[in-house]
């Protein structure tokens, strides 16, 4: 199998194959404080720096600016990336707090699906992106009225993703730190994989586990990772 190594230490040994199965699509989910942005900020920065590998950051819930300044504390310099075309960040998030300067065409138009698939795939081909990070559908959920919807613009997200060839991670929030832990919402059935991050409140340690992953054999249980200085870092 084709692997993508995601470069976050001591997780690709988790997978049979040494990352995640190419042209998958990944739930990473957790609760408030996980780490999940940082997670998957980590893989499209080694993407991008390690592995030749082009990434696109879509934003739904937080300013590209304020990204850009929490991660580089790691050292991450995301504005580099973006000035050397391997990651483009998609703002989706000024019209919906209401800026003046708006300067997305995904901010323009909303979150409707059909259009931010389309924004997607544009960017995927004009620069040969093989990563997509989407943080976070929880802001998609939150404009439609039914599970069915839900159900149906998740299915549709996750397929899209399929044909564009992308080895994308989709970041779900939850109102629960240990979500993942005893249940799973919705979404986590129409992905590829799901991957959890929580925080185990009577350890108080950050666990790790893989919960899913299509076309892939990976190791199972729970697994304690570290925020560092560079850094998401599993500990053994």
């Known amino acids: 199998m084709d692997a993508v190594k995601t470069g976050i230490e001591g997780l690709d040994s988790l997978f049979a194959d040494g990352g995640l199965p190419r042209g998958n699509s990944v739930l990473l989910l957790g609760g408030p404080g996980a780490g999940k942005t940082i997670f998957a900020t980590q893989y499209l920065y080694e993407g991008a720096t390690q592995y030749g590998e082009n990434g696109i950051f879509v934003s ?25 075309g391997k990651l483009t960040i ?28 389309g924004i997607i795939e544009k960017t995927v081909k004009s620069t040969d992106a093989k990563r997509v990070v989407i943080d976070a559908i929880s802001a998609l959920s939150l404009s439609l009225s039914d599970i069915f919807q839900v159900r149906t613009e998740m299915l549709r997200l996750s397929l899209g993703l399929a044909e564009l060839g992308t080895t994308a991670l989709i970041i779900s929030e939850s109102p629960a730190a240990n979500i993942g832990s005893t249940e799973f919402p919705v979404e986590t059935f129409l992905f590829d994989g799901i991957i959890t991050l929580h925080l185990d409140n009577e350890a108080q340690k950050r666990k790790l586990a893989i919960r899913k992953m299509r076309g892939a054999k990976h190791a199972i249980g729970s697994y304690n990772f570290d925020i560092t200085d560079n850094g998401i870092r599993l500990i053994s």
């Open 60 to 84: 739904l819930l937080e300013h590209p600016d304020r990204i850009s300044e929490h991660m580089a504390r790691f050292g991450w310099d995301l504005a580099a990336l973006g000035e050397e």
């Open 90 to 117: 998609i703002d989706a998030v000024t019209e919906r707090v209401k800026k003046r300067d708006i300067d997305s065409e995904v901010a323009k138009r909303g979150l409707d699906m059909t259009h931010l698939l």
